[in-house]
């Protein structure tokens, strides 16, 4: 086959698969449905391909994997959905134990990860928060005013740190921004 690039719609005939029409291109394959063998996915650089009627890719078309990683970025940014954050692995399995001054008193003990995933939903929420105010019509300086308590508040929950697995997860106050 050429070094041409198919567009959906192109007309081709295969070898064996005989007549079929491109349906979606990908970055090495393109899938192609074909009357008799349904839809099959074909190397881009397979040279049993004839051409009959090509439409050319067009510049700005949009793959399906673009569509997913925005749908994706918009689904953690404007909803309540949980990321999935490791805890560190030296906490996986203990338990947090909460001693009362008062010997009398039961402790209190949870599950460090119960703990963990409490933190993770607070950090989500006040991440969802800051997308509403950033996207929110209120006045500039209302904005700022809202955007440091929330920078603060990032800032007092930075002692769960320890937790995290990954420091790409930890919590950042203002003092840490650059």
């Given at each position: 086959m050429e070094t041409e690039i198919l567009g959906v719609g192109s007309r081709v005939k295969h070898k064996e698969?005989?007549?079929?029409?491109?349906?979606?291109v990908k970055a090495a394959s393109y899938i192609i449905t074909f009357i008799d063998y349904g839809n099959r996915e074909i190397s881009r650089t397979y040279e049993g391909l004839e051409i009959i009627d090509l439409l050319e890719q067009p510049d700005d078309l949009v793959s399906y994997e673009m569509?997913?990683?925005?749908?994706?970025?918009?689904?953690?940014?404007?909803?309540?959905i949980q990321e999935i954050v490791p805890?560190?692995?030296?906490?996986?399995?203990?338990?947090?134990?909460?001693k009362p001054s008062n010997s009398e008193m039961k402790d209190y003990e949870m599950p460090i990860a119960t703990?963990?995933?409490?933190?993770?939903?607070?950090?989500?929420?006040?991440?969802v928060l800051e997308q509403k105010v950033n996207s929110s019509t209120?006045?500039?300086?209302?904005?700022?005013?809202?955007q440091q308590y929330i920078t603060r508040c990032y800032g007092s929950l930075t002692s769960f740190n320890i937790l995290f697995k990954?420091?790409?997860?930890?919590?950042?106050g203002e003092s840490s921004k650059g």
């Open positions: 698969y005989g007549t079929g029409v491109v349906i979606q569509i997913e990683q925005s749908l994706i970025k918009i689904l953690r940014n404007f909803s309540d805890i560190a692995d030296k906490w996986r399995g203990g338990k947090l134990i909460l703990f963990f995933n409490k933190i993770i939903m607070l950090r989500d929420r006040i991440r209120i006045n500039d300086d209302e904005k700022i005013a809202i990954n420091k790409s997860d930890h919590f950042i």
